[in-house]
């Protein structure tokens, strides 16, 4: 008996994306077509575009092609900037229990949208989760190759189970969309919590291309111009700036020994003088290295116990809800 076509629904977040999401959305759909041919994946498929606070005209350019692309796409606004997990969230929230998988990708298309089939393939065969490995960072500046070869690196050392070179290029069965919603958390971090869910796992290969349109703007740093006030209620980085203070002890330690080093040589010292200054600095910065670690924790379980909401939708485009009501 022939195998029913998979019902499929892509989440693409988009954060000032009005350059690229005609282009990303035609590449996609045509993709996808070819698997709706090879009764593959079934013809109502969707694409759920999430606005992630853009500035740009990112929204009406989602408006305009939820009328104009066959009705596969769809899109939900945000009430402002989020960040990239969140949006994707928002979502898997979104489609949840409509769909058979759900595909989430980078909305620049700078995942190869090729292998879209090769992922529906191994859902076919079984597969919850498939996650898109990157092949090379060839297409990557010396930068960001290195910083990402650290991040592995540390995340390595952590116990942090990712896996190197997958970014947010992966597909998910429903089942396994449904587990990952009962996750409450609000420091999301995807791609170390869906390789950490088991299932049946599957990876496949894929070359990352440059962006053709729009440039990278991965926000770094949002919240500098707070006040204290604002600082404090919304950011852990105070507590973070203790461990920094550690650091920097632990470097004037060194910078001390090397002082007490040649008073030593020139016999300028009195007996227990170098042991007691050494002693004072070198555990003082150890106990700030310290605190500064625990902070980073305290911080984080401020953040999570707060449980605020992770967004706001702020509008739907007119066939997101009908579509969602099937
Ligand atoms: N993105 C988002 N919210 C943000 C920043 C980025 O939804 O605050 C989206 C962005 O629109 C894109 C994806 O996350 O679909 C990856 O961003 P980008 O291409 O700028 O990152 P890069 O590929 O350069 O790492
Ligand atoms: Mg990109």
Redesign the pocket.
């Known amino acids: 008996m022939e195998a029913v076509p998979t019902k499929l629904c892509v989440v ?6 009005a350059a690229t999401l005609e282009y990303s959305i035609k590449a996609l759909c045509a993709t996808i077509d070819g698997l709706v041919g090879e009764r593959l994946v079934d013809c109502r498929y969707s694409i759920v575009c ?1 606005d ?3 500035a740009d005209g ?1 929204w009406s350019m989602i408006c305009d092609l939820s009328k104009r692309v066959g009705g596969h796409v769809a899109g939900l606004k945000l009430s402002r ?4 997990q ?3 969230i928002a979502g898997l929230e979104y489609v949840a229990g409509r769909c058979d998988a759900v595909i989430t ?4 298309l ?1 995942d190869d949208v090729e292998s879209v089939r090769e992922m529906a393939l191994k859902y076919r065969e079984g597969c919850d989760i498939v996650l898109g490995v990157r092949r090379d960072r060839k297409s990557d500046s010396w930068l ?1 190759r290195h910083t990402a070869r650290l991040f592995y690196g540390l995340m390595k050392n952590t116990h942090t189970p990712v896996v190197p070179d997958h ?2 290029f992966r597909l998910m069965s429903s089942r396994v969309v449904d587990c990952f919603l009962q996750y409450g958390e609000r420091n999301v971090f995807l791609r170390g919590i869906i390789p950490s869910m088991g299932f049946k796992t599957a990876i496949i290969y894929y070359d ?1 291309v440059a ?1 053709k349109f ?6 770094m740093a949002q919240m500098l111009n707070f006040a204290v006030e604002g600082i404090t209620s919304f950011s852990i980085r105070p507590i973070r700036s203790i461990f920094l203070v550690g650091v920097i002890a632990l470097f004037l330690t060194v910078s001390v020994g090397i002082y007490v080093l040649v008073a030593i040589l020139l016999g300028r010292t009195y007996p227990g003088w170098a042991s007691l200054i050494l002693s004072v600095w070198f555990l003082g910065s150890l106990i700030l290295v310290a605190l500064g670690i625990i902070g980073e924790y305290v911080g984080k379980i401020y953040l999570e116990v707060k449980h605020r909401p992770r967004y706001f939708v702020e509008a739907t485009t007119d066939n997101l809800k009908p579509q969602m009501q099937q």
């Open positions: 693409l977040p988009c954060y000032n994306e999430v992630d606070g853009s990112t900037n989020v960040g990239h969140n949006a994707i990708m980078d909305a620049d700078q960001k970014a947010e990352r962006r729009g440039k990278s703007k991965y926000p």
